[in-house]
């Protein structure tokens, strides 16, 4: 079951965005970080159920924080959102960990789609 959900990305209008393509009567506990290494530092402190993971972004971009939370946490189900669609930047993310990846900007179909798969992992 997923319950909380970490949203990291430096562009709040990003994060809004991605927000919104979530159902509201699902009772899905929001979290936010605007960098890579709050994002980790947020992932250590709240143990979210699944994590979308920008990945162009200061401090500490998508891909080394991915690593870092898959470091400290084996099951992290990391779903990377991004507007990068090179092969080679989605087959990294890929074999570093993430669960899977979802192009920008985001659908409710996808947004959707990828919390049920999460889901489905969680169990």
């Known amino acids: 079951m997923i319950r909380k959900i970490l949203i990291v990305d430096d562009s709040p209008i990003s994060r809004r965005m ?6 509201k ?9 605007g960098d890579g290494l709050e994002g980790l ?3 250590k402190e ?12 200061p401090v500490m971009d998508g891909a080394t924080s991915l690593r870092e939370i898959l470091a400290f946490d084996k099951d992290a ?3 990377v959102s991004t507007a990068d669609v090179q ?3 989605i087959t990294n993310v890929l074999e570093i960990g993430a669960f899977l990846v979802l ?3 985001p659908t409710k179909e996808g947004v959707c789609d990828a919390l049920t798969m ?3 992992q969680r169990r």
């Open 77 to 79: 189900l990391v779903i």
């Open 25 to 33: 009567d699902m009772g899905y506990e929001f979290h936010e970080a």
């Open 118 to 120: 999460a889901a489905e």
């Open 87 to 89: 092969i080679k930047s």
């Open 46 to 57: 709240l143990a979210p159920d699944v994590t979308f993971m920008d990945l162009t972004m």
């Open 41 to 43: 530092n947020r992932y």
């Open 103 to 105: 192009k920008k900007p």
């Open 18 to 23: 991605l927000k919104s393509c979530i159902a």
